[in-house]
């Protein structure tokens, strides 16, 4: 079993809707979980992270920990165009990232 | 100018051949990664380094191998290079700060192999 497992996608959603990522993991120590957002053909970029479990929110982006169940979740609201990219999950572990496999979102106009 | 930056971009090679991919960065970080990426298979680390003396191996190091020439430079060689090493390459860096957002790591452009 994959240490982080990610829904692959690819998604597709019309312009305004809601979106939902998710991730699920499975070493109990992961304590950062991080989203990064990667447009075609480039690096990944820091989206947002959140610490142990609990909501943060910035802006239209709101993550979501859930520990007990081991449970990431990224919701995007109002989704754009501009928000089509794909989105890896990654807690934390020993100074080093574990990756999801990555859901390729499409926000159609 | 880019903070971390990869060279070259893209290549293209036959089996058997070495390669070295380079990376450097303007960033201070003491912290530099190596990472492919496959379709499906999400980002998979290759080699780390926490510090110029300090290499390690990560998920999927074998028939790679590393040289941290100093703070800045990290790069890594395929030694023989085979297909199914195609892929793009990411590196990395990040603070030796590991909680919160120094656990934020930054990542080049990537290079683009081909191994025929």
């Known amino acids: 079993q994959k240490e982080v497992e990610q829904d692959p996608g690819p998604l597709s959603v019309p312009e305004g809707a809601i979106v939902s990522l998710n991730c699920t993991y499975s070493n109990s120590a992961f304590q950062y979980f991080m989203w990064y957002r990667q447009y075609s053909r480039k690096g990944p970029e820091l989206l947002m992270y959140?610490?142990?479990?609990g909501n943060k929110e910035d802006g239209r982006f709101t993550a979501q920990v859930d520990k007990s169940s081991k449970y990431i979740s990224l919701f995007i609201r109002d989704s754009q165009p501009s928000d089509s990219a794909t989105y890896l999950c990654a807690p934390t572990g020993g100074g080093k990232l574990i990756f999801g496999q990555g859901t390729e979102l499409s926000v159609k106009p | 100018d880019a903070d971390v930056t990869q060279t070259p971009r893209n290549r293209i090679t036959k089996t058997g051949k070495r390669i070295m991919l380079e990376c450097s960065q303007t960033?201070?970080?003491?912290?530099m990664y190596w990472y492919r990426q496959d379709p499906g298979l999400g980002l998979r680390l290759i080699y780390y380094?926490?510090?110029?003396?300090?290499?390690n191996k990560g998920e999927i190091s074998d028939g790679y191998s590393v040289s941290r020439q100093a703070q800045a430079k990290f790069s890594l060689s395929l030694e023989s290079a085979i297909p199914n090493q195609t892929a793009l390459y990411f590196c990395?860096?990040?603070?030796?700060?590991?909680?919160?957002?120094?656990?934020?790591?930054?990542f080049g452009p990537g290079t683009r192999l081909t191994v025929l």
């Open positions: 380094s926490f510090d110029v003396k300090d290499i």
């Open positions: 959140t610490y142990s479990s």
């Open positions: 990395a860096t990040s603070a030796s700060l590991g909680q919160g957002a120094g656990n934020e790591q930054f």
């Open positions: 960033k201070g970080h003491d912290r």
